[in-house]
């Protein structure tokens, strides 16, 4: 899903369910379901993380993004709402195996405290109440 103005683009199939923007804290981890505001820090955040293509702009790659999640979230911190700090989504979601794969990624400064754990956990409480799975699998790089 993609907030853009309150109003929803997403990817078919999506969870008849989830009409609303997102939000899942733990108290320290605050994942905020990607919205056009976030465009610009996303993309960067995103450069910082992996390669984009040079003649991408912040809009395309956040749509591109969204085209491949169910729900696509950015991580921040509750203290620090305001700063992207990563992001994690829940993607391949299979109905009829009632399984779906998530992952996620840090920005360099934030690795090995804990956060991405957090956020994950987020992901799979998220994923197995509103999805109903059984499986989930998750992908995550080893430097995350």
Known sequence: MFFFERKIYQRAPTHPLVDE???????????????????????????EISEIPA???????????VSLCEMLWTIRLVEHPDAIIG????????????EIAFGGSLISAHRGQGILAAALELVTAFAKTTYAVNTLCCTIHAEQ
């Not at 992001?87 to 195996?97: E, G, I």
């Open 21 to 47: 923007p997102i939000a899942l804290s733990d108290g320290k981890v605050l994942l905020k379901v990607l919205t056009h505001a976030d465009n610009q820090a996303f993309f960067q955040l995103q450069g």
């Open 55 to 65: 003649n991408e702009t912040a809009e395309c790659f956040a749509k591109r993004m």
């Open 87 to 98: 992001h994690c989504a829940l993607h391949q979601w299979n109905r009829d195996l009632h």
